[in-house]
């Protein structure tokens, strides 16, 4: 007779296969299965790179009332630990390939595990990443995915590209996660119906928008500790300032009304968990940059300028210090 264990490990046997759920309307990706020499099921996947390809790799690990409510619903979760390590893959331009999955659970319930597994795996479906292998074990909840992409040399995104004198822009609003935090901690559980919440809750990667990118922006990442922490470790990786122009955030849709006005501005500039792109490029660029991103559905607003002076400031000259996401100081507890 199968032990509980054993059949949590068939949803995740499933999940890996490809074929989990497939009620949920999601094809399964061809180009998720090119590639895979051997998937699930040995010691390790064997996997082929295309030809003349760079291979991306990034691995992210979600903690329960850390990084997301313990109580959220598992379909959300799920979504989310891929979504963010997905959002990496997007900072570089890549295209999501592949993804391992480790998951560590205080208690066997089969059930919320086949709902973790219906948002990973609709999410996974519609980018095109083939769950090749994982591990499953007893403890505090938390979520460990790597995932694997590929990208052209010419085509990838980095962080120490920026130049002076270059535009600074967002693909889209911020604040949202914030802001949907702060209406989870107040109680509203209206996931289905609140933009906030889905904003924190299922953040969506920027794939399409990373790869629009390619050779227009100098440098790029998303946004995940917060707009101010961010674009600070993208000057001091290209060794500029930057000015931002506070008018010009893009706040989410209701956050305003949520939070007011001040509260608002604050949530956009250090809230973190937008995984919104924060890019720079040449100015002779942006007609291009925004009519590549407005098909991908993203509106491109800049923001801001690279500056030759170090540091970052309003655009008034005042200096804007990065109280975004730190891990170990004390000031992390987000969920």
Known sequence: MLGEFDLIKRH???????SALRSD????????LAGVELGAGDDCALLVPSPHHLLAVSVDT?????????DAPAEAIGHRALAVSLSDLAAMGAQPRWCLLALSL????????????????????????????????????SISVTVHGEVRPSAVLRRDGAEAEQLIAVSGPLGGARGGLEAWRGGSRALDFDPLLQAYLRPQPRIEAGIALAELASAALDVSDGLLADLDHLCRASGVGAKIDLTRLPLAP???????????????????????LLFTLPEHYLATARARLAGCG???RVIGRTTEALGIRNWQGAPL???????????????
């Open 25 to 32: 309307g999601y094809p399964e990706s061809r180009d998720a």
């Open 62 to 70: 979600s903690i329960a009332d850390v990084h997301f409510p313990a």
């Open 12 to 18: 995740l046997a499933a999940l890996q296969r490809g």
């Open 321 to 335: 210090a990065a109280r975004g996401w730190r891990h170990f100081d004390g000031d992390g507890d987000q969920a």
């Open 106 to 141: 205080p208690e066997v319930d089969e059930a919320w595990v086949g709902e973790f597994c219906r948002g990973f795996h609709a999410l996974a479906a519609r980018s095109g990443t083939r769950l090749v292998g994982g591990d499953l074990t007893r403890g505090h909840l």
């Open 298 to 300: 993203c509106e491109l």
């Open 254 to 276: 209701g956050l305003i009304s949520a939070l007011g006005h001040e509260r608002a501005i604050a949530a956009a500039l250090d809230g973190g968990d937008d995984y919104e």
